[in-house]
């Protein structure tokens, strides 16, 4: 991985070795921040870097913010303007991975929310597919943990403690042989991976666990349910979802800014349809990825240029 050179951090972009905190910050004791997976896109015909739905990203940190009883005294769209500088002085022209998170700042210990003052950073750097070399081909296996719910800690924030729960799923998918695994929620039905949303495809309609399933309130999947249904004309369905329902699909795929979106080709050593990607999880994938380059006019809307262009003179 690539290491940003600069950070925003306590109100100003500085080099990224001055973005410190304490050994006694809050957060880092406690699991007392949230943070946001984002991404830029570097369209090279036109030159240009473009942030995938910047504000849908800051709206719902805000949310997590809330959860914590953190205010920011930014909205969300003085964040992207302070996310399009901080790129701007990276100077990137490529795909970028990026990170905002709020925090507890406090030094000291105390384990609360309230009268705990709260804090905003974020960085940003190059980054490619988070499961497999091209997410054409995913491995998956059932965890042995179990989703935390939403009466434990909220899963629709990106709460930064609640990601050992991931963790803990993740490593033990890994080492098992898999590339990621799905887990059940207390209810015993699907709710999603360990950070990424879940499909399948039964019956050519696309199926989704919904969000009373302790998932999280993905973009990526707000934005593949919308280009399913009017790009693709396919029927989405979102309802709970049975281990063994997943054993049958003819297609699965997850979604999220990290995963962006990839095939899931076997579940439990069983292969999903053929044990190759279907041809609606590739049709999608086309698509999303054109949507988040802007070579798409109709959600160019979604996107948000980095770099300013000057007017063609006549």
């Known amino acids: 991985m690539s290491m940003p050179k600069y950070a925003f951090f306590q109100g100003k972009i500085v080099p990224i070795e ?29 030159k240009q870097l473009f942030l995938f739905r910047p504000i849908d990203h800051f709206n719902r940190l805000r949310n997590s913010g809330k959860l914590l009883m953190i205010d920011l005294p930014w909205n969300s769209e003085q964040l992207r303007d302070i996310l399009c500088d901080l790129l701007r002085t990276e100077d990137f022209h490529e795909n970028v991975y990026i ?76 080492l098992n042989g898999f590339d990621e695994a799905l887990v059940l929620n207390e209810s015993g039905h699907v709710s999603e991976a360990s950070s990424a949303n879940f499909f399948i495809v039964r019956n050519g309609k696309a199926i989704t666990p919904p969000l009373s399933a302790d998932i999280l309130e993905g973009i990526t999947r707000t934005s593949v349910i919308a280009l399913l249904r009017e790009v693709m004309g396919v029927e989405v369905v979102e309802r709970e979802i049975d281990r063994t329902e997943v054993y049958l699909a003819e297609e699965a795929f997850f979604c999220g800014t990290g995963v962006q979106v990839a095939a899931v080709t076997s579940v439990d050593h069983r292969p999903i349809g053929t044990g190759k990607m279907g041809p609606m999880v590739e049709k999608l994938r086309e698509v999303f990825f054109k949507v988040v380059t802007g070579k798409i006019p109709e959600y160019r809307h979604w996107t948000h240029p980095v770099y300013v262009t000057e007017p063609v003179k006549a």
């Open 18 to 46: 001055q973005a410190k905190v304490s050994v006694m910050n809050h957060a880092l004791n406690y699991g007392t921040a949230a943070f946001g997976g984002m991404r830029a896109y570097w369209n090279d015909d036109e």
């Open 99 to 174: 990170r905002p998170l709020i925090y507890k700042s406090m030094e000291g210990i105390g384990v609360k929310l309230h009268d705990v003052p709260g804090d905003f950073t974020m960085f940003a750097f190059p980054f490619g597919n988070y499961i497999t070399a091209d997410n054409t081909a995913v491995k998956v296996g059932f965890s042995s943990w179990t989703r935390i719910n939403d009466n434990m800690i909220p899963a629709r924030g990106k709460i930064a403690g609640a990601y050992v729960n991931s963790a803990l799923i993740k490593t033990e998918a890994e």
